[in-house]
């Protein structure tokens, strides 16, 4: 499966080459077919919301934001400031839980629920299965609690782009520096959303679809605020918004097509492409 897949992303990238793009470096272009592959897992996610006659709008929509980003011609994009996201990542009061969470969180990522065991990850911070079940109930929980965490992390990260009072295309901006960024701190990742399918209670897949809407819901309400002070071009918002959760889910996973990505270049390399446009020649030269 992964030589298939393999095969399939090499394909795509040699769809972002021509005569314009030739100098991109092969970092920039394995990260922007990268993003452009995470929206399209996305597109499951959420595409179901719409009626199969509106589906040929809805892909034209996904389109225009992808090509040509969220910004109005006057917008300019922002560097990510090495402070900015200080304040995500919080103190803990239980160090040795929190390394549980990120190591079960590594692993669900890359393995899903199964793969995902008691023995994989007490190995992988290389303690006993005593160790893990002194801090944890079950596997199930500690998986609850790693869904906790990611929307947690999320909430927070609305939270400061909020209090920053600039525009919306600054708030959604930031917001999306700081989840990304955090994705490939040593604090991360963030569990990929896509992982409900390993919670087996109906109830418990219900209340986390519940959760990842609201946080969805914020970042369209940024994109909307940035619609009426102008500082987004007209667009679809709730799909916008889908697009730059994607892409922030997406992010989990980047290392595997650019291994040399760090919380300090990641920003232009996958995080500007969407909002300024994925072949945007000004951005990809910049």
Request: glycine share 6%.
């Amino acid at each position: 499966m992964h030589t298939a897949y393999t095969g399939m992303f090499r394909r795509v990238r040699g769809l972002l080459k021509d005569e314009a793009t030739a100098h991109w470096p092969r970092e920039m272009r394995n990260a922007r077919t990268h993003l452009l592959l995470s929206l399209v897992h996305w597109l499951p996610a959420w595409f179901g919301r719409y009626e199969p006659a509106q589906y040929p709008r809805m892909v034209a929509r996904v389109a225009d934001i992808v090509l040509h980003g969220l910004g109005a011609p006057a917008a300019r994009w922002e560097a990510a400031a090495l402070s900015e996201d200080a304040a995500l990542h919080a103190p803990t009061d239980n160090p040795a839980m929190d390394a549980f969470l990120r190591a079960a969180t590594a692993l669900l990522n890359e393995q899903g629920y199964r793969g995902a065991s008691v023995d994989k990850i007490s190995a992988r911070l290389n303690v006993t299965k005593g160790s893990f079940y002194h801090h944890n109930d079950n596997k199930l929980d500690l998986i609850s609690a790693c869904f906790e965490r990611t929307f947690e992390v999320i909430r927070r990260a609305f939270d400061l782009a909020e209090q920053t009072g600039g525009s919306g295309w600054q708030r959604a901006g930031l917001a999306a520096r700081m989840l990304v960024r955090f994705q490939l701190s040593a604090e991360g990742p963030l569990l990929r959303l896509s992982s409900t399918s390993a919670l087996p209670e109906a109830a418990d897949r219900a209340q986390i679809h519940r959760t990842l809407q609201q946080r969805i819901e914020r970042m369209a309400a940024m994109l909307v605020d940035g619609l009426v002070d102008g500082s987004l071009r007209p667009l679809d918002a709730a799909i916008a918004a889908q697009l730059v959760v994607g892409l922030i889910n997406g992010a989990a996973e980047l290392h595997r097509w650019v291994p040399d990505a760090s919380e300090d270049s990641v920003v232009e390399l996958y995080v500007r492409p969407i909002f300024m446009g994925l072949l945007n020649e000004a951005n990809a030269a910049a």
